[in-house]
């Protein structure tokens, strides 16, 4: 298996900009989780899908940010319009469970984001 | 007090040492713990979970005390491949899980 494959690897972009950040879980897991992680604020939980639908996005910043998945095999993050405060690095995750017990998570390489 | 809370670190460990590092949590009726560990630039990979007997892995040993709500890692024999940014991990609610975060190791020759 490949993995969790996120793109693009790296991301620079102008303030205002809309910024599209994609993840393809793992096959057969039917869990996926959007992260962000910056030196000051840790690894932070945007949202989370479980069979392709939303299930918590209480940690989306603001409406500037907007998750989908479309299919079990794609998601997309996207924020529009971009700010420099959103530079950090996004991680993708998938899993067979969700905190639980001894699935764990499998981390894409993430996408790291400057806004400028 | 803070949901997961880990000393940031650095700890500068000669190799071939013992080190250890604890992590510390608010809500007493979390039921998962994990320590993941953090390469520099790369993505979080799992280390090991954490049980209420406690677990060992080769140089590593994962503690949970309920009692004062916090895991701990044991690392043995040290090496410089160790060395990376580890990660607790707590589950909060049923669904819900928090990352620490984390505690910078160095291994120095």
């Known amino acids: 298996d490949a993995g969790v494959i996120q793109s693009p690897r790296h991301e620079v972009t102008e303030m205002g900009q809309e910024v599209t950040l994609r993840c393809k879980p793992i096959?057969?897991?039917?869990?996926l989780f959007w992260y962000r992680q910056t030196m000051m604020r840790g690894l932070e939980l945007l949202i989370y899908f479980n069979n392709n639908v939303p299930i918590d996005d209480s940690g989306m910043p603001e409406d500037r940010f907007s998750a989908k998945m479309p299919n079990a095999s794609f998601s997309t993050l996207k924020i529009q319009p971009s700010e420099p405060r959103d530079s950090a690095v996004y991680f993708c995750?998938?899993?067979?469970?969700?905190?639980?017990?001894?699935?764990?998570?499998?981390f894409g390489s993430g996408t790291r984001l400057t806004v400028v | 007090r803070k949901e997961v809370e880990q000393d940031p670190g650095p700890f500068n460990v000669p190799e071939g040492a013992t080190v250890a590092f604890n992590c510390t949590y608010s809500?007493?009726?979390?039921?998962?713990f994990f320590w993941y560990r953090q390469d520099c630039r790369k993505e979080p990979k799992l280390l090991m979970s954490v049980y209420s007997s406690g677990n060992e892995d080769g140089r590593f040993t994962a503690q949970l005390n309920r009692a004062s709500q916090y895991i701990s890692l044991l690392i043995r024999d040290s090496k410089l491949s160790d060395s990376a940014t580890y990660l607790c991990v707590v589950n909060i609610a049923d669904d819900k899980i928090i990352f620490g975060k984390g505690t910078r190791l160095h291994i120095l020759p």
């Open positions: 096959s057969g897991h039917d869990y």
């Open positions: 809500n007493s009726a979390s039921q998962s």
């Open positions: 995750a998938s899993s067979l469970g969700t905190g639980g017990a001894e699935y764990g998570y499998t």
